[in-house]
């Protein structure tokens, strides 16, 4: 019973069979299929691409599983051993993927090492001129929205490392990527992680936990600190004298960044 040896004659034919099939195979679809096709509106395209799906699967199905089927036999039967060391590779790799996921890279991607991965300032300017982001910033914006999107890069990167929650590895991670870039920023001589502003400023009386802040809860921020909220934005950042939408939620983590005039920002860092 040699039937499953599949010879170079034997490929060879099967792969004119196969031709053949698929030749066939539109031959009779053009001369019958397309003719006893569905016809009207559009309640007939359902029909009709089930019926051309029917027919395609018809003409490619059983060639492509015979192909499909000789040529592993074929590769077997001639070079076993080069399969069996492919696969052997394969598994290798993902292993190897596996375990340096898991527990390699959180040995190798430490703060430190995340911090000097992370964008310098100069770097992330030059991307927002080129892509015209917001030409009414003032510094302070920009500094807000740098160590703003430092922070998010950083946390994303932690949380990859660190599925379950550990607030001081979070901040270790954050306080690295600051001290890796602070000094590029122009005033900036400080900053603290908040991982809770609810400890800081006082309850509520309604004693709901779950709310946005407001000036006066954000100014206690700044008391807490002994500094004042920082007000050369190009917007009223923390609503002096007017109501400016913004997600100062309560129970996100927040940073604040401390200037060397005495003033500081807050910053979502999420």
């Not at 590029?184 to 900053?191: C, F, N, P, R, S």
Request: charged share 25%; aromatic share 14%; with cysteine.
């Amino acid at each position: 019973m040699d039937w499953y040896r599949i010879t170079n004659k034997k490929m060879l034919l099967l792969f004119g069979l196969s031709f053949l099939w698929v030749a066939a195979g539109w031959t009779l679809y053009a001369l019958i299929g397309v003719k006893n096709g569905p016809k009207g509106g559009l309640d007939s395209i359902a029909n009709a691409i089930v019926y051309v799906l029917f027919w395609k699967t018809v003409i490619y199905a059983p060639p492509a599983l015979l192909m499909l089927a000789s040529t592993f036999l074929w590769l077997w039967q001639n070079h076993r051993k080069a399969i069996i060391w492919v696969l052997a590779g394969i598994l290798i790799v993902f292993l190897s993927g596996l375990v340096y996921d898991r527990y390699i890279k959180k040995i190798i991607h430490t703060p430190e090492w995340v911090a000097s991965h992370t964008e310098r300032y100069v770097e992330w300017d030059r991307k927002r001129i080129k892509g015209g982001v917001s030409d009414k910033w003032t510094g302070s914006d920009l500094v807000c929205e740098y160590v703003k999107d430092l922070v998010s890069h950083t946390v994303a990167e932690y949380r990859s490392l660190h599925p379950e929650e550990d607030i001081p590895l979070r901040t270790a991670y954050i306080d690295a990527a600051l001290e890796e870039h602070y000094r590029e920023l122009e005033h900036v001589e400080g900053w603290e992680y908040i991982p809770d502003v609810r400890d800081i400023i006082p309850a509520r009386g309604d004693g709901d936990n779950e709310f946005l802040l407001n000036n006066s809860e954000m100014r206690a921020v700044a008391a807490h600190y002994q500094k004042t909220l920082n007000r050369s934005h190009w917007y009223d950042r923390y609503q002096f004298e007017s109501f400016v939408i913004a997600e100062w939620y309560s129970w996100l983590p927040m940073l604040a960044i401390f200037y060397d005039d005495g003033t500081m920002d807050l910053i979502i860092a999420t």
